[in-house]
């Protein structure tokens, strides 16, 4: 995450310095279709309850997500809204890793999605990320 960071202090600077009106846009861990060559690592991450993964559960024990679909939408719609200015959340679904274990049971029956995740609390409660800066100029998330 300190790579991304400062990719984006950098991109900001070299904004004002070009006097270039700049957006960043920060999405939580982005889930969907991918045509890359390669897995990516967020679609090895969402999934872990599925796939045993148990080195990811940290990652989405207390879990923001938003689909790429949503992503890619919301880089149209800023891009398209002249008064856009500074930096958007992106984040519409958020969920512990409890949340997310019982829609993929639901969904995925088929598939032995564990109900206890050891050393993390049932309890848990889910930490939000507001993207009403996004929605609050018109965008919809589907």
């Given at each position: 995450?300190?790579?991304?960071?400062?990719?984006?202090k950098?991109?900001?600077?070299?904004?004002?310095?070009?006097?270039?009106?700049?957006?960043?846009?920060?999405?939580?861990?982005v889930?969907?279709?991918?045509?890359?060559?390669?897995?990516?690592?967020?679609?090895?991450?969402?999934?872990?309850?599925?796939?045993?993964?148990q080195?990811?559960?940290?990652?989405?024990?207390?879990?923001?997500?938003?689909?790429?679909?949503?992503?890619?939408?919301?880089?149209?719609?800023?891009y398209?809204?002249?008064?856009?200015e500074?930096r958007?959340i992106c984040?519409?679904?958020?969920?512990?890793?409890?949340?997310?274990?019982?829609?993929?049971?639901?969904?995925?029956?088929?598939?032995?999605?564990?109900?206890?995740f050891?050393?993390?609390?049932?309890?848990?409660?889910s930490?939000t990320?507001?993207?009403?800066?996004?929605?609050?100029?018109?965008?919809k998330?589907?």
């Amino acid at each position: 995450f300190v790579s991304k960071t400062l990719a984006e202090k950098a991109a900001w600077e070299a904004a004002k310095e070009n006097n270039i009106n700049f957006i960043s846009i920060i999405p939580p861990l982005v889930v969907g279709p991918f045509i890359m060559p390669t897995f990516p690592p967020s679609l090895t991450t969402a999934p872990s309850p599925i796939t045993g993964n148990q080195a990811h559960y940290s990652i989405i024990k207390q879990g923001q997500f938003v689909h790429l679909d949503d992503l890619c939408e919301a880089h149209i719609f800023l891009y398209e809204h002249p008064e856009a200015e500074g930096r958007y959340i992106c984040s519409p679904y958020d969920a512990t890793i409890y949340d997310l274990a019982k829609m993929m049971r639901e969904k995925w029956p088929e598939y032995n999605v564990p109900s206890e995740f050891e050393g993390i609390d049932k309890n848990l409660p889910s930490v939000t990320f507001s993207s009403k800066k996004l929605t609050g100029m018109g965008f919809k998330f589907k």
